[in-house]
């Protein structure tokens, strides 16, 4: 991709900080090359927001990456996160996001120390502002939050203990493998991806309806 002199000017001069950099509304597709070149090797925090990337292969060259703002570009959840396990912080809000499943799995893998994730204006996190009803958003964040142990914050919400507790009982493996037919193969039709998020997603919400047990603190 060709640069323009003013994108590397702009890049060289957007913070005193030289531990952030900022490319936002830049009409990008990607990162560019000579970007990464440039700034990879000492770039902490990294906003590439309102552009027009799918594709986020060039950030595994941030080695030292622990924040990455990428909002409003069409990414996908067929977009594959690279490993950044220096990673703190991820910013994915209205992207093009429609499932979490199994792209959720894959993010913990590639960034397994993430304490803050904010997926909000995407298809998979439902909310009042989209259509979703509360038990749909209730269960986008049991589900995310079930996968990332570490995590303190989703959303502009923090994460409290309820809710962990409530995300490990809900989705522990005995449970997960319980709404697969055993006879098709249990747990791995669920890995493999023969099952759908939304029929995933349905099962889920049946079982845990029938296994309340009681009323339970969840401060959402």
């Known amino acids: 991709m060709a640069l323009t002199p003013d994108l590397i000017v702009s890049a060289d001069g957007a913070t005193d900080d030289d531990t952030r950099l900022t490319l936002a509304y830049e009409n990008l597709y990607e990162v560019p090359r000579t970007i990464v070149e440039r ?3 000492h770039i902490q925090y990294l906003d590439i927001s309102h552009n027009k990337i799918t594709n986020l292969d060039a950030v595994v060259h ?3 990456l622990t924040s990455l703002i ?3 570009n069409p990414i996908t959840e067929q977009c594959a996160i690279p490993p950044l396990p220096k990673l703190q912080l991820l910013w994915l809000n209205h992207c093009k996001i429609s499932s979490l499943y ?15 994730i904010s997926l909000m ?30 995590l303190n914050h989703l959303d502009d919400r923090r994460v409290t203990e309820d809710e962990k507790a409530e995300a490990n009982r809900l989705y522990r ?16 039709q669920l890995i493999h991806g023969s ?26």
């Open 39 to 41: 700034f990879s090797d």
């Open 62 to 64: 941030f080695k030292h």
């Open 70 to 72: 990428a909002d409003a």
């Open 102 to 116: 199994p792209w959720a799995g894959k993010l913990k893998e590639s960034c397994p120390n993430l304490v803050h």
């Open 121 to 150: 204006g995407n298809p998979a996190a439902p909310s009042y502002f989209n259509g979703g009803t509360f038990y749909e958003y209730l269960q986008y964040r049991l589900f995310v939050i079930s996968k990332f142990p570490s």
């Open 173 to 188: 493996r005995p449970l997960v493998e319980r709404i697969v037919d055993p006879g098709s193969g249990g747990l791995s």
């Open 195 to 220: 099952v759908s998020w939304n029929a995933f997603q349905k099962k889920m919400n049946s079982l845990w309806t029938r296994e309340k047990q009681g009323p339970r603190n969840l401060l959402i």
